[in-house]
C-alpha cells in the first residue's frame, strides 16, 4: 500500500475503535500529511488496549519507514565528548542505543495530548500502541502511580532502540528545593541501575524534568552530569548520550562536560 492508503486503512480501524471521534476525524483533510496527523492524535488518545494482528503488522512497517527516514543514528556514528560520556543534538526517537530514557508523567502510560510536543508524546507514538499497553501493564501489577525518581524498563517495539526506560522527574513549583534536586538526582541513578540491570551498554537520556516540569536547564544539566560521571565511576563500561534538542541544551552540556 502507499503511505496514504497504509493511514487511511490505520485511521478508519481506530476510528471504528473510538467512533467518538468520527466527526472530529472528517475534518482533517485528505493529504498525506493530514492523516498522519489524524494518526498520530489518535493514537496519542487510544486507550491501552490488545490491536489486532494485521493492525500491528501495518502500523509496524509504518511507524519504521516513518523513523528510517527521518534517518537512524547509531552509537558507532557517535565521538565521545569526555569520559565515556557523548553529546548528541537530535530527535530520539532516531537513536539507537541499547536504551533511551522517556521523561514520563506519573500514570505512566504515555501522553494523552494528540501531537503535543513532549517527549513522552513522540515516543509513544513511534514506539507503537504495543508501548502504552505494556506501560498499563506495569502500572496495574505495582497498584499505584509512579513515584519520581525511580525507573521502569519496557521493549522499545518500533523505535531503533532495544528497550525504553521509562523515569517520573520532579515537578519544580516556585523555587527549586533540595528534595527536587535529590530526585532528579535519583532518576539518572535509577535508569542507569535498570540499564547495568538489564544488560545495556549504551543509554541515552533526555533533559529529564526541564520544559513542562520547569526545572531550569542549567541545574538540571549539572545534576545530571554530575550524577552519572559518579556512577559511571562503578560502571564504565557503560556509554551514556546526553541527548539534547534546542541549541540552548547543547550549549550547556557542551561547556559542562569540559569541565
Aim: with cysteine; aromatic share 8%; proline share 5%.
Amino acid at each position: 500500500m502507499k503511505k496514504i492508503e497504509t493511514l487511511g486503512w490505520l485511521n478508519h480501524c481506530l476510528i471504528d475503535e473510538m467512533p467518538q471521534y468520527r466527526k472530529q476525524a472528517e475534518s482533517f483533510p485528505p493529504d498525506e500529511d493530514s492523516q498522519w496527523q489524524l494518526f498520530r492524535s489518535l493514537v496519542n488518545v487510544r486507550p491501552p488496549k490488545e490491536a489486532g494482528e494485521e493492525f500491528l503488522r501495518i502500523q509496524d512497517t509504518l511507524l519504521q519507514e516513518e523513523i528510517g527516514a527521518k534517518g537512524i543514528t547509531k552509537m558507532e556514528y557517535l565521538q565521545p565528548a569526555r569520559d565515556g560520556l557523548y553529546l548528541w543534538q537530535g530527535d530520539i526517537t532516531t537513536l539507537g542505543t541499547d536504551g533511551i530514557v522517556n521523561a514520563a508523567n506519573s500514570g505512566m502510560t504515555g501522553c494523552y495530548v494528540p501531537c503535543h510536543g513532549c517527549i513522552d508524546n513522540a515516543i509513544h507514538t513511534f514506539a507503537g500502541v504495543q508501548l502504552r499497553l505494556a506501560c498499563a501493564k506495569l502500572m496495574e501489577e505495582q497498584g499505584f502511580e509512579e513515584p519520581a525518581g525511580r525507573a521502569k524498563v519496557t521493549e522499545g517495539y518500533n523505535l531503533p532502540c532495544s528497550y525504553v526506560i521509562h523515569t517520573v522527574g520532579p515537578i519544580v513549583r516556585g523555587k527549586v528545593t533540595e528534595q527536587d534536586r535529590t530526585l532528579l538526582a535519583s532518576c539518572y541513578r535509577s535508569c542507569l541501575a535498570a540499564a547495568v540491570e538489564w544488560k545495556m551498554k549504551s543509554v541515552a537520556f533526555c533533559c529529564i524534568s526541564t520544559g513542562e516540569f520547569h526545572f531550569p536547564n542549567e541545574e538540571a544539566a549539572e545534576i545530571a552530569v554530575e550524577t552519572v560521571r559518579e556512577v559511571l565511576r562503578a560502571h564504565p563500561e557503560l556509554m551514556v548520550v546526553f541527548n539534547v534538542f534546542q541549541d540552548r541544551d547543547r550549549e550547556i552540556y557542551e561547556r559542562l562536560l569540559k569541565r
